[in-house]
């Protein structure tokens, strides 16, 4: 009993001796010769245990907690990732009750990045979103999104890199780089698995850890290794049985302890249901927290969609801590991952005080390469493109889609530019002062208001079309009908637009059809009808030069597919293990998504991953492997000549597969492991070389939970798509 006594009087003694100590000390107004682990551990030291449980959620929308006493901001949030998104929140640019917009650039969407494969490219979009960012007073962007698309009907497709770990991991490591060069806090998100929109809060995906491993891992993992990202968002939805908020598995055993995470977590918004599950599984930062957490939370449609918030507010925390279900160490450690990176990101050092330009003609340019970079030429017969606005007198624009601007899908990605030009402003444009560009909506965007009966729209398009020279039909989807919070109904295009592509291209023998979609549309009914079709994804606000710029040939189309394009849904491997039922979804498709399982069961896509287009032509070859045998952890070093064969100048993305030899576990047919774009002056060649370690040889053993390089005889396959290989080389693994 005494023993007790004495043990309380001590315990109480150090409680008032850290508080005095943490009221006493100066306000650590922060040192930056000291390194980050000393400034961190010197903050943790002074902060009291009702500061400390604080800072596990939000003060509001898209603010961490600050604590002014210690000179601890804020870390102020902007969504993204393709540009900063406006926001409501409760600094005071940011003042939920102020009617003026934040207007930024609009850039390409992930998946339209994705298809322009340059990393290059992506890192100067990231850059220059980072710098807007800092010019609106903010210091986090929540992107980027590495998401697989695993279906063509997730309403978020658009946001992420396509179907290929590989691919996608590329993009985001470049994207992470660049924004973390800048001095902002990117949030590559959601960990993990968020493929499907339906019941985003609620879905239990069964996947098996292979399959994670290889395919909706890799690009968290690179984030991680490669670019030491800072902040990791967890996904909405469940994986194996437990919410990703709250997923040991997933945020300590794999991100911390496997991969060597050192940054936070945060939630995504409205994601996480429970207090220590969720601290306990190693969540670091509750999002959004305060008053408007609260008032949102209470909103029935909140309820109703299954978010979970409210549950590491400082009260909560410190309950859990005083009952013993969560140890102080626990709330130590997500707090010092949190002022670790606000340290590194130097947010005490050089705030971001705002006030900067954005929108700035760099970044406008940025905008306008990327989405140039980004079309995908996927059908050109006859040489009908590019048009000759020498030549062309009349030029009909047409569609749903060619008056408006679509800069991208809808959701927390939607930025609002100040300006955004359409695809009938960029022809004419193009087409010059001498052409006639005619405009006809020829059918209404489903959903939106139509002007007039559909068949009035269509026949005025018709008449139009048999007038003019060329038709460009522009057609896709709108914001309203892919975006966040659900899924597309099906893959045709919206009502209506494969009519009205029929009627033009029988009016019309020059129609070439622009599609602007984050994801594969059907195309059987009409792709035979006309003879040129360009895939423009949503292109951000420059888009319609853009479209332009490649109809007109000021740039030769270099984008190439990041998705495989089906002929129709069904052929999608994932086809028939979608949405789910009953809350639950197995991903019985295994590794075999996108080209892995077309390749797999023998399917003819309509155009395959990697497939695109140019205006001029490229020659493979002398495709050179060495050494021709490696052992252990040796590298392959492959190198393959490229030829501009053609009279223009061009770029041309060179894919690298690899082939494995038959191993115990099956494997996919060819996986991609390497690519370069490289431009060239007609007749010029270059070479292009890619390493190939042992990771790239191997498959992840879901026994040893790890990866093994089974030996044998691998094929190189270097091609201008994955069904289009043009040279092809070997080597041999001993051991
Ligand atoms: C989205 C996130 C986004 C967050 C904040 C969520 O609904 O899933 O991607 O960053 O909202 O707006």
């Known amino acids: 009993m005494r023993v007790a006594v004495l043990f309380l009087v001590l315990a109480a003694a150090a409680v008032v001796a850290v508080r005095l100590r943490a009221q006493q000390a100066p306000a650590p107004k922060t040192n930056p010769a000291l390194n980050v682990e000393q400034r961190v551990n010197d903050m943790l030291a002074r902060m009291t245990p009702e500061e400390k449980a604080s800072m596990l959620s939000g003060s509001g929308w898209m603010e961490s907690q600050p604590i002014p006493r210690l000179d601890i901001p804020a870390i102020k949030m902007a969504d993204g990732p393709m540009g900063v998104r406006n926001w409501r929140g409760s600094s005071a640019v940011t003042n939920a009750a102020s009617t003026v917009p934040v207007t930024a650039t609009a850039f390409p969407a992930g998946i339209a990045m994705a298809a322009s494969w340059d990393a290059a490219l992506v890192a100067r979009e990231a850059r220059a979103i980072a710098q807007e960012v800092k010019a609106l007073g903010r210091d986090m962007i929540l992107g980027p999104t590495v998401n697989i698309n695993r279906v063509p009907l997730w309403g978020r497709n658009f946001e992420g890199y396509g179907e290929d770990p590989y691919l996608a991991a590329r993009m985001g490591v470049a994207y992470i780089k660049a924004v973390q060069a800048e001095g902002v806090i990117p949030s590559v998100k959601h960990f993990t698995a968020n493929n499907e929109e339906y019941e985003r809060h609620r879905i239990d995906e069964k996947i098996d850890e292979r399959t994670l491993n290889e395919i909706y891992f890799p690009a968290f993992k690179a984030a991680v290794q490669e670019a030491g990202v800072w902040a990791v968002m967890s996904a909405y939805n469940k994986v194996n049985g437990q919410w990703c908020a709250e997923n040991p598995y997933l945020l300590t055993t794999t991100l911390r302890k496997r991969w060597g995470f050192r940054g936070f977590v945060i939630s995504d918004w409205g994601g996480t249901y429970s207090t220590e ?4 599984a190693g969540m670091d930062l509750e999002m959004p927290g305060g008053e408007p957490m609260r008032i949102w939370l209470a909103k029935p449609e909140t309820q109703r969609d299954g978010n979970g918030a409210g549950w590491l507010t400082a009260d909560k925390v410190m309950a859990a801590v005083a009952a013993g279900r969560v140890k102080q160490a626990f709330v130590d450690d997500a707090v010092r991952r949190v002022l670790r990176v606000m340290f590194a990101a130097g947010l005490f050092d050089h705030p971001h005080a705002g006030g900067g330009d954005v929108d700035t003609p760099e970044q406008r340019q940025v905008a306008r390469a990327a989405a140039g970079e980004s079309i995908v030429l996927l059908k050109n017969s006859g040489g009908v493109l590019p048009l000759s606005a020498a030549k062309l007198h009349t030029i009909a624009v047409i569609g749903p889609n060619a008056a408006v601007a679509r800069t991208g899908g809808g959701g927390s990605s939607l930025v609002r530019p100040k300006y955004a030009i359409t695809a009938l402003d960029g022809i004419k444009e193009a087409a010059g002062p001498h052409a006639e560009a005619g405009y006809a909506m020829g059918a209404v965007m489903e959903g939106e208001d139509a002007p ?185 070093d492959v190198r393959v000549s490229v030829r501009n064969s053609g009279s223009r100048a061009g770029a041309e993305v060179v894919q690298l597969y690899l082939q494995p030899p038959p191993s115990p576990v099956d494997r996919p047919v060819k996986e991609l492991k390497g690519f370069g774009r490289v431009m060239l002056q007609p007749g010029e060649s270059k070479t292009v070389s890619f390493a190939l370690n042992r990771l790239a040889m191997s498959y992840y053993d879901a026994k040893a939970h790890g990866w093994i390089a089974h030996p044998g005889r691998f094929t190189v396959l270097a091609g201008a798509s994955s069904r289009d290989i043009r040279a092809k080389g070997e080597f041999e693994l001993i051991r």
């Open 452 to 636: 007039k009966p559909p068949q009035e729209l269509r026949d005025e398009a018709v008449a139009l079309a048999r007038r003019s020279y060329a038709a460009v039909v522009v057609v896709g989807y709108s914001p309203k009908l892919e975006g966040e919070g659900f899924d597309r109904k099906s893959m045709d295009l919206p009502a209506g637009q494969d009519e009205l592509i029929e009627a033009v291209a029988g009016a019309n023998r020059n129609t070439i059809v622009v599609v602007e979609a984050g994801a594969p549309v059907t195309m059987t009914r009409w792709i035979g009808q006309v003879p040129a079709v360009l895939y423009a994804w949503y292109g951000g606000q420059e888009a319609g030069h853009a479209i332009a710029d490649v109809l007109f040939g000021a740039v030769n189309p270099s984008g190439k597919l990041p998705v495989t394009m089906p002929k129709r849904l069904q052929d999608s491997p994932a086809y028939g293990h979608y949405p789910g039922e009953n809350r639950h979804v197995e991903y019985a498709e295994g590794i075999y998504v996108g080209y892995r399982g077309f390749d797999k069961h023998g399917v003819e896509p309509l155009f395959p991953f990697g497939y695109g287009l140019s205006y001029t032509t490229f020659e493979y070859s002398r495709l050179q492997v060495s050494p021709r045998r490696v052992a252990g952890g040796e590298t392959v």
């Open 277 to 280: 599950g969720s601290i306990n």
